[in-house]
């Protein structure tokens, strides 16, 4: 074998060992638990939401938020949530912080975000109801800015004509406004229901398929790496209970 092509493997096998490797995602169930707090305050109602997941790559996520509504109309009602959130996984979290290119632990950095909301509910018969929920977010702590667009329908089973037990499925879309060159990042299709204890008391549950993707990360490419767009599907499920005061 001649020196030049000694050197030429040389160079190469020193190549391969220092390119960046990508990201593999993989899918899996995430298991959480969601505790919300209303207080009607004549128009306005008050919310207190506190969630906790253990999901299927090892994070474990946990978010405060709190804020409320205001209705403006029959129909419509606008809102404005802080919220505090443990374990987010962001675009730039994969990192290479010794020998092995892995994703940023991040269930001990603490992100605050800003929340915008505006939801219609509309009365199409007796015991169904149709929702739209738009929701801008402003995450302060990278200044990534979102807006999620979320229809839905709910249907009312009717006891002493009062609802007691709810059925409802919604289709959510999180698109990025100010990075990821502007993609769809998250979808999720929902299917839940809300069983009315009493007057103070409701459970439930959900069931979420949950597409989200990544896109390369700056350390990724600061080495070399060609672009990249890595998705995971989950399944979640995420118990439910809802206080009213």
Known sequence: ???????????????????????????????????????????????????TANQADD?????????????????????????????????????????????FDSRHRGEDSVLLDATGKFMLSEHWVGEVKTRFSNNLFNGEQDLMVRPGLTYFW???ERPFLNFLVQYEMDFALNYAHRELNERWLYIGTIYRLNSYLDVGGFFDNKWQAWHSSRAYLDRGGMPYTVAATTQVFTALLIVHL
């Open 1 to 51: 074998m001649s020196v030049r092509r000694i050197l030429i493997l040389i160079l190469f096998s020193s190549w391969a060992r220092a390119a960046p490797v990508a990201p593999k995602m993989g899918d899996g169930i995430d298991l959480g638990l969601t505790a919300r707090v209303f207080k009607d305050i004549g128009s306005f109602v008050a919310l207190f939401e506190g969630s």
């Open 59 to 103: 994070r474990v996520y946990h978010s405060l938020l709190l804020g409320g509504y205001y209705g403006i109309s029959e129909n419509w009602s606008i809102g404005g949530f802080y919220r505090r959130a443990y374990g987010l996984r962001h675009a730039d979290d994969w990192v290479k912080p010794g020998a092995e290119w892995s994703w």
């Open 158 to 160: 009717l006891k002493d």
